[in-house]
């Protein structure tokens, strides 16, 4: 027999920042990025599921570094 449960996870906010800069060359753009994601480095659960009987959580991804660099002709 199968037993389901309903589990509220509490609500959180994330803070995120990021930097960009464009430059246009001629018929060209250079486009650069930098983004922090989760920059309080928060756990964050935001799933539950059931192992060996008990409830165990996932959390989201902690801090998080990202460039892009995008070159467009």
């Known amino acids: 027999m199968q037993i389901f449960?309903?589990?509220?996870?509490?609500s959180y906010l994330n803070w995120n920042l990021g930097f960009g800069y464009t430059k246009n060359i001629?018929?060209?753009?250079?486009?650069?990025?930098?983004?922090i994601l989760n920059i309080l480095?928060?756990?964050?659960k935001?799933?539950?599921f059931n192992c060996?009987?008990?409830l165990c959580y996932k959390y989201?991804?902690?801090?998080l570094y990202t460039f892009n660099l995008n070159?467009?002709?």
């Not at 449960?5 to 509490?10: A, P, V």
């Open 5 to 10: 449960s309903d589990t509220k996870l509490k």
């Open 52 to 54: 060996n009987n008990e």
């Open 60 to 63: 989201a991804n902690s801090r």
């Open 26 to 35: 001629k018929n060209t753009k250079l486009k650069i990025s930098f983004n």
């Open 71 to 73: 070159y467009n002709f």
């Open 46 to 48: 935001i799933s539950v």
């Open 41 to 44: 480095n928060s756990k964050n």
